[in-house]
């Protein structure tokens, strides 16, 4: 793995290495569902006691609306509010909270940055770059933008490896590139992409560049000044939070160059008939009553992860990873997708003989609930020139005996379908 | 529910050994079809001799349910009417649903045919890979109409 971040957190305060044993029993979702291996936490992770707990909390003791009453209650359910945003400031390391914008999650911050930076700096015939490994989320808005503004998509191609090209992604650099939009950790292949040099190349040539951190910020520690990334953006219930919360990280010279994008309250100053004046930034950006205990859970969730040291999360994640791609590939018929490169916490792969959407039924009676499809990448899909894989992901609480589990499902699946060990 | 009541032996052969799995040279009516959920793509050719389908194929990426439910179909609905493939939709969609119409004594024997797939309705994510084709077919009936025949090939 090519990290060039500080591992600031690398031994836990404790000193006791991490068990994902003891993690589970912090998710009450296994209590409850004592036979399930649920290895589709890139689709949604499960929540910790601490955020399901400490939400309902927060409800019952600090919950108003915020930025408005005189009230003490109001006052409180303010500050749990802002202390969130110091929470996700803090756990990327940004400058300072007021670049944290929240969003419903990482679609809508992406979204955000199309409709309010790219009519403001971008002029037709201006490029945006993007990768193959991208989600839909990160294609489709900048499509929207094209057919609005008339600038162009440009995509990076990925290499045999299944990793991002990086000779081929400087020659598309340009001085016409304005934005590069792109994947931290690929949702459908698990690689994580050689960000660091992905931004070194595109502000050499003066672009900016957002990054789509959804799979990479459960998973790595991740440090925004030390990326020097423009924007980056995640999703709250992909990190153990709740879902309809999520974050925009950008640069607060970014920030206060770029005009609203949604109107209503909370995000103004002054409002005549005449004329209304907007709020500083993030507020500027937060129009209506924000998902209060959407933040507070997701700065719960946050602390949770912290607690458990984001490095050992990393290091539990890749020696998972490691783990899965032995012993699913010693089974005969079974290969993983993009099988060079660097996978962490995601791995998608194909059985011989049996559609991945076959596999995840035959899975599903064995209480393994894994993903198959096209997992919101078709032009990915239709790279590797694959209708659909299914893919294993992993979580603080994923252990071993769920990696075996899932092994045993595809020797059951192969033999039902009589594709069994040749 | 078993998995061996959805995974029966005739599905597993179908799916992996399609029947009129090609596309027709001259073909009356064609029609894609796509699901976005899954990514199973197929197409269904049909050639029309008044209102009989004279003949019928099909070609496409699918899963063992979706592969075996067109090639199954490909075979009912052969020399058949439209208005008997049609009555073969309605009962097997009602099958797989959960509805169940009635099929006219006929066409008991292609029904009984469809039978195997009917497994599917206790998997409810997977009705639509069983339906494709189907859905497929009567797109190709309705608007998939060549004005003269042409060559696919």
Known sequence: MTLLLEDRAAIRPDGAAFDPVAV?????????????????????????RAVIDGMAEFYRTDYANVHRGVYGLSARSTARFEAARETVARFLNAADASEIVFVRGATEGINLVAQSWGPAFLRPGDQVVVSELEHHSNIVPWQMLRQRLGIELVVAPIGADGALDLVAFQGLLGPRTRLVAMTHLANVTGHVVAVE??????????AVVL??????????????????CDFYVFSGHKCYGPTGIGVLYAKR????????????????????????????APQRFEAGTPDIAGAVGLALALDFMDGLSRAAIRDHEAALTRYAEALLTEIPGV??????????????????GIHPHDLATIFDQHDVAVRAGHHCAQPLMDRLDLPATARASFGVYSTEADVERLAEAIRAAQKLFGVAAR | MDLRD???????????SPRNFRALATPSHFAHGHNPLCGDKVTVFLRLDGDRIVDVSFEGKGCAISTASASLMTEVVLNKTLAEAEALFGHF???????????????????????PLTGVKAYPTRVKCATLAWHTLEAAVKGGGLPVPVKTE
């Open chain 2, 93 to 115: 969609h009602g099958a797989v649903t959960g509805g169940g119409g009635d099929l006219p004594v006929a066409l008991a024997e292609e029904g009984e045919r469809l039978q």
């Open chain 2, 6 to 16: 959805l995974y029966q032996d005739i599905i597993l052969d179908h799916g992996r």
């Open chain 1, 24 to 48: 589970r029993r912090q998710f009450p979702i296994f209590g409850r569902n004592p036979g399930l291996t649920f290895l589709d936490t890139a689709a949604s992770a499960q929540k910790p």
């Open chain 1, 197 to 206: 040099a992905v931004v070194r190349l595109a502000h050499a040539q003066g």
């Open chain 1, 253 to 280: 010279a970014l920030l206060d160059a770029m005009p609203p994008w949604q109107g209503g309250g909370d995000m103004i100053r002054t409002v005549s008939f005449a004329e209304t004046t907007y709020q500083d």
């Open chain 1, 335 to 352: 290969s993983l997708v993009a099988a060079g490169g660097s996978r962490l916490g995601a791995l998608s792969f194909l059985v011989d």
């Open chain 1, 211 to 228: 990054l789509d951190g959804c799979q990479a910020v459960p998973r790595l520690p991740v440090d925004v000044r030390a990326l020097d």
